[in-house]
C-alpha cells in the first residue's frame, strides 16, 4: 500500500479517536447539564463548523468549531462543586417562569454557572448539589449507578402498618421501584433512602402508605452528608468528597 495514503489513513483514525459525541462536549465545558446540552442540540443552537448538529454528533473541539447560539465553545476550565442547604420556598431551577425565588438566588456569588443535581421541591428542603460537571451530574442522577438518598420525613399517621409497605415492592406509575431502606426517628418521623429520584417520590411513597408529610429534608446523596450547614447557606465541597462522589456508584 502507497505510504503517504496508509498515513492518511491512519491520521483519520487518529482524528477520529478526539472526537466526543457533542452533548459530552458542551457539558464538560459548563454550558449545561447532559439534558440540557440534549435540548439544545435538539433546538438547532449548537453548530459545528457552521453546520447545525443534532443529538449523537460527534465533534473534535481541537480541529472543529463548536458554537452555541452563535458563540465560541467556551474553553475547558476548573470545575465548581457546590453543597446548598435548600430552605422551603425555593425552587430547584435557575429560573422561574413565575417569578418564584429559586435556588439560584441563594447561590449567585459563587461565581460560576452551576445547575442544580436533581429537584427538591417547593415545600422539602436540605441538602442539593450544584456543579457544572456534566459527567457528576449523569452519575448522581441515573439510578444504574445506586447513589443512596437519605431524607428525614416529618408525617401524620400510624407509622407502625406503614413501614412494611414502605419497605416492601412498592411502584410509582406502574414503574416498580428499589426496595427502600425505612427506619423510625422518634414520634412522627422517619428516616427513608432510596436510589431513585422520582418526581416527589418520598411523599408519593408516604401516601400510599397512608401517611401525611408534613416536613421533608434530604440529609445525605452518597457519601456527602448535610451536616450542621445553616439553610440557605451554600459552601463549597472538598476535593475528597468531590473524590469519592466520583468513585460512588
Known amino acids: ?27 464538560a465545558r459548563g454550558v449545561a447539564s447532559r439534558r440540557g446540552a440534549e435540548d439544545l442540540l435538539a433546538a438547532g ?24 447560539d ?21 425552587v430547584t431551577t435557575r429560573s422561574d417562569e413565575r417569578g418564584r425565588r429559586t435556588v439560584a438566588d441563594l447561590i449567585a456569588g459563587c461565581g460560576a454557572a452551576v445547575w442544580p443535581v436533581g429537584r427538591l421541591d417547593l415545600d422539602s428542603e436540605g441538602l442539593l448539589v450544584l456543579t457544572d460537571d456534566g459527567d457528576l451530574t449523569q452519575k448522581l442522577l441515573h439510578p444504574s ?5 437519605e431524607y428525614h ?33 422518634g414520634e412522627g418521623a422517619l428516616s427513608v433512602t432510596i436510589h431513585e429520584g422520582r418526581n416527589r417520590q418520598v411523599r408519593r411513597m408516604c401516601a400510599l402508605a397512608g401517611l401525611r408529610v408534613r416536613r421533608l429534608r434530604r440529609v445525605r446523596e452518597g457519601s ?13 465541597l472538598t476535593e475528597e468528597e468531590v473524590r469519592q462522589l466520583k468513585e460512588e456508584g
Open 45 to 68: 443552537r449548537v453548530t459545528v463548523n457552521g453546520i447545525p448538529a443534532k443529538v449523537g454528533d460527534k465533534a473534535d473541539p481541537d480541529r472543529d468549531e463548536i458554537r452555541v
Open 224 to 236: 456527602l452528608t448535610l451536616g450542621a450547614l445553616p439553610p440557605g447557606q451554600w459552601r463549597r
Open 145 to 149: 449507578h445506586q447513589v443512596e438518598k
Open 70 to 90: 452563535g458563540a465560541p465553545l467556551p474553553r475547558l476550565k476548573t470545575r465548581t462543586y457546590l453543597l446548598l442547604n435548600k430552605p422551603r420556598g425555593y
Open 1 to 27: 500500500m502507497n505510504q503517504s495514503l496508509l498515513h492518511c489513513d491512519r491520521l483519520s483514525c487518529e482524528e477520529k479517536m478526539m472526537e466526543e459525541r457533542l452533548q459530552k462536549l458542551l457539558s
Open 153 to 185: 420525613v416529618w408525617v401524620e399517621g400510624d407509622i407502625g402498618p406503614a413501614l412494611p409497605i414502605l419497605r416492601g415492592p412498592m411502584e410509582l406509575d406502574g414503574v416498580p421501584l428499589s426496595p427502600a431502606r425505612v427506619m423510625p426517628l
